[in-house]
Every structure is written in structure tokens, then in C-alpha cells.
T-cell receptor, first 113, second 110 residues
Framework: GAGVSQSPSNKVTEKGKDVELRCDPISGHTALYWYRQRLGQGLEFLIYFQGNSAPDKSGLPSDRFSAERTGESVSTLTIQRTQQEDSAVYLCASSRPGNYEQYFGPGTRLTVT | KNEVEQSPQNLTAQEGEFITINCSYSVGISALHWLQQHPGGGIVSLFM???GKKKHGRLIATINIQEKHSSLHITASHPRDSAVYICAVRFPWGGNQFYFGTGTSLTVIP
């Protein structure tokens, strides 16, 4: 079956612009995670969705970051007024109910100029 | 301080060598995840474990709950094993977060 997909694969934007990143999880996966990976660094947790429960937003670095998810399907991560330090690869992962094993998408490489 | 420590940070091995990558964590966990990240950036799940040992092909993962330590072993290493190997743990108190190690960069030379 299809894996986790993300779009766009690459995004170059000017400082101050808003960007929207999309994640399509594996069908039937109720949990969805967003991570950020800066160049040469480890993964940073951003936000977690589980079914229709309130999302865990504890990893969002500032109020410029927000994310939504419609039911158990597509999620969008929005970064407003982008800054150069937002440049990173943004990764999405999903997992099945009752199972912590995560399946990762290919990521979106964001470059803020 | 990172609550998940990996060692070594970098590792170079000759093809065929037996490889061990270590992961240690500070307090009890509910799950530990070994991941592989290839140079192109894609991340693949290798193992999810909370106790004991798991094996898949040439890969073996073990976890010692008492010592708060896990190892990932690669037998008969091959250049295609060259990647970054990442350990991630889920703490009982950590909500839904996984806490990630900084990764071990493995290069296997033909």
C-alpha cells in the first residue's frame, strides 16, 4: 500500500512569507506526528495528533507554527512569517492504533532566504 | 542535556565487520525505536521494542531494561548499510513524544 506522502518535497520562500506543508498519512493510521530536522541535527518533535483527541502541541517552537488535521486524514503544518532559522526538513510520521511504530514520509525541505 | 545518548557518533567499518551501535537513556521507558536514515534523508523504521531482542535479516536489536540500554547490531556489514542510525524512546511521563538520540553515522567501506 501507499506510504506516508508529503508535499511539496522542496520549498524555497522569502523571509516573512507564510508556508503550508502537507502530509498524507497511511490509511487507517490514527496517529500523526510532525518533526523538524535542522541540518546536521536530530529530530525535534513539533506536534502530535491522535484521532479526534486534542493535539499535543507541546513541541511547537513559537506561535508562528500551527497545524491542523481533518479527522484521521491529511494534516497541514503552517509556518507564518517565516524566519531563516525555520530552514529545515519537516518530517511527518504516522502509526497504527495501539502501536508506537512510526512510518515516516520523505520530508519537505524548507529553505527560507 | 539530551535524555537519549547514542554512541559512537561516527563509525567507519570494513565490509563484513560486525557492528554495534549503542543507545542509553536516563529513566524507564515505555518503548524504544531504532530508525535508519539514508543519505537522501528518508527514514525507515527498523525495530520497535520494549523488552528482549528482535532480529530481522542481518539486524539485531536488544534492550536491557535494568541497565537502560539498547544495542543495534549489524552482522556481515555491507556498504548499503551506510546510513545514520537513530534511537528514539518514549517515556511513560513524556506524553506522546518520542525523544531522539543525535544518531550514529555509519560508513561501511568495500
Amino acid at each position: 500500500g501507499a506510504g506516508v506522502s508529503q508535499s511539496p518535497s522542496n520549498k524555497v520562500t522569502e523571509k516573512g512569507k507564510d508556508v503550508e506543508l502537507r502530509c498524507d498519512p497511511i490509511s487507517g493510521h490514527t496517529a500523526l506526528y510532525w518533526y523538524r530536522q535542522r541540518l546536521g541535527q536530530g529530530l525535534e518533535f513539533l506536534i502530535y495528533f491522535q484521532g479526534n483527541s486534542a493535539p499535543d502541541k507541546s513541541g511547537l517552537p513559537s506561535d508562528r507554527f500551527s497545524a491542523e488535521r481533518t479527522g484521521e486524514s491529511v494534516s497541514t503544518l503552517t509556518i507564518q512569517r517565516t524566519q531563516q532559522e525555520d530552514s529545515a526538513v519537516y518530517l511527518c510520521a504516522s502509526s497504527r492504533p495501539g502501536n508506537y511504530e512510526q512510518y515516516f514520509g520523505p520530508g519537505t525541505r524548507l529553505t527560507v532566504t | 542535556k539530551n535524555e537519549v545518548e547514542q554512541s559512537p557518533q561516527n563509525l567507519t567499518a570494513q565490509e563484513g565487520e560486525f557492528i554495534t551501535i549503542n543507545c542509553s537513556y536516563s529513566v524507564g521507558i515505555s518503548a524504544l525505536h531504532w530508525l535508519q536514515q539514508h543519505p537522501g534523508g528518508g527514514i525507515v523504521s527498523l525495530f520497535m521494542l520494549s523488552s528482549g531482542k528482535k532480529k530481522h535479516g542481518r539486524l539485531i536489536a536488544t534492550i536491557n531494561i535494568q541497565e537502560k540500554h539498547s544495542s543495534l547490531h549489524i552482522t556481515a556489514s555491507h556498504p548499503r548499510d551506510s546510513a545514520v542510525y537513530i534511537c528514539a524512546v518514549r517515556f511513560p511521563w513524556g506524553g506522546n513524544q518520542f525523544y531522539f538520540g543525535t544518531g550514529t553515522s555509519l560508513t561501511v567501506i568495500p
